[in-house]
């Protein structure tokens, strides 16, 4: 019974996998918010190199990967894919539980996938220092990685109440040379105007990309990158899924069911969309993105044009939103904390391409509890959405008596979340599902785009 699934060094993905070309319809125009016109190159070249923007707006479904952006995934990739046997006997179930486990990164999770390539595209194009937002702190760990391996300074804004909840990804980030700051902050004029408003204020990722995109605005050798949510951030993700389906197809299998925590959108992209390019040609498989009860992006938001941040600084995008205004509860989930969703993702759930469900908290704990003992790996709290989600589908495999093969990406290792398994294990945590009617109000606000 094989275990481990791996790939030799020379099977890394050589290309990244565009989903533009396949989706079910013409992809919707990013609007400015200064002059309310689809955005033009111009205005994006002030946070974006020139080869991240081709790639934003590319329509070519294979993209290159650059050798020194290959020779750095080295360090990691092909990460390896999992058969769970010890967790089936454990559920009884007749269901394969497969996972692709992305823990294996110097960072600990996904993000890497696209920190390496975004540094290295701003070093080509002679830019010293990038900004950027965290929440749970993964994604600034993996830009203050790859900064420091490309020579390039680093400017983090870490959501305030994930700053303190998870103190060692900030060390993480100051280790490899990364400036840290708590936000919102008295660096920007964004983060003081909110201040001003709320000196305790626990900020959101909305409230942090408006700092980050402010730093970069306003200082000509900075860039801006982002984590997740554009089009090239799901694009670089792809090397998941595309290795997945080569190490699936060492096994003889394939799954009929393809599972990822939601947040922004990166890492469920990642796994499900080179799957989503043989559902495009026929193929019967599903694919399950899974957040959190309290930031329910894709299962109680709408389908609208809506600015990125909270500082209506990014530009409009048509996705699947909760209102900028949102200030989501402080969940240990801190990664799955956005009020939007890619506007690729939210596309393909408008259309009725993927699937999403909302679980809470001390559920998905659960799971990953059970998935610790048996399999050993501690899943990081966004992570054990993803887990608790494939053991359902598992438990209704058994419920029904069907074989079903199960696919799941395991997006990153708990080890510096602790303090969130503590609340757990201590009864805690608490379970929050975010009502409808906050929802509602926050969604007034959403700016008035004509088509």
Not at 72 to 98: C, D, S, V
Not at 201 to 216: F, K, Q, Y
Not at 374 to 391: D, F, K, N, T, Y
Request: glycine share 8%; aromatic share 8%.
């Amino acid at each position: 019974m094989q275990t481990k699934i791996l790939l030799p060094e020379d099977k890394i993905p050589t290309r990244w996998y565009n989903i533009i070309p396949d989706l079910p319809g013409p992809l919707q125009p990013v609007i400015s918010p200064r002059t309310g016109q689809p955005v033009t190159p111009e205005e994006m070249l002030a946070i974006f190199p020139p080869s991240i923007l081709e790639q934003e707006m590319s329509n070519q479904r294979w993209i290159d990967i650059p050798e020194p952006v290959r020779e750095i995934y080295k360090l990691w990739r092909p990460a390896p894919l999992f058969r769970a046997h010890r967790l089936e006997q454990a559920l009884g179930t007749p269901a394969k539980i497969y996972y692709k486990y992305e823990g294996v990164s110097p960072a600990g999770s996904h993000k890497p996938n696209s920190a390496i390539p975004q540094a290295y595209y701003n070093k080509v194009h002679g830019i010293k220092r990038l900004a950027t937002e965290t929440g749970a702190g993964q994604w600034g760990s993996s830009l203050a990685l790859a900064c420091s391996m490309f020579g390039l300074e680093c400017t983090i804004y870490m959501v305030k109440v994930s700053y303190f909840q998870k103190p060692y990804r900030k060390s993480l980030m100051q280790l490899w040379g990364a400036t840290v700051h708590p936000s919102p902050s008295p660096h920007t004029e964004a983060g003081r105007a909110l201040l001003a408003q709320d000196p305790e204020n626990s900020g959101s990722l909305g409230i942090a990309i408006s700092e980050a995109v402010e730093d970069a605005a306003t200082h000509g050798d900075t860039n801006y990158a982002l984590g997740s949510v554009l089009n090239h951030v799901c694009l670089h993700q792809t090397v998941i899924g595309l290795e997945a389906k080569e190490q699936l197809q060492l096994v003889g299998d394939y799954p009929d069911v393809v599972i990822a925590c939601c947040g922004g959108g990166s890492n469920f992209a990642g796994i499900a969309f080179p799957f989503l390019a043989d559902r495009a040609a026929g193929k019967n498989v599903r694919c399950l993105a899974v957040e959190p009860a309290s930031c329910p992006t894709l299962t109680k938001g709408v389908y609208a044009f809506d600015y990125g941040d909270t500082a209506k600084m990014a530009p409009i995008a048509k996705m699947y939103t909760l209102g900028h205004d949102f200030m989501p509860p402080g969940i240990h989930a801190g990664g799955l904390r956005y009020h939007g969703e890619s506007p690729l993702v939210s596309q393909l759930y408008e259309a009725g391409q993927i699937e999403a469900r909302s679980l809470m908290q001390t559920a998905c704990f659960e799971g990953a509890l059970l998935f610790a003992k048996q399999e050993g790996i501690v899943p990081a709290p966004e992570s054990s959405h993803a887990v608790r989600a494939a053991i359902d589908e598992a438990l209704l495999a058994k419920e029904e008596g069907k074989e079903k093969t199960i696919l799941f990406s395991l997006s990153g290792h708990g080890f510096m979340d602790m303090a969130a398994y503590d609340s757990y294990l201590s009864g805690a945590l608490e379970d929050y599902e975010y009502p409808a009617e906050l929802v509602q109000e926050s969604l007034k606000s959403l700016p008035k785009v004509v088509m």
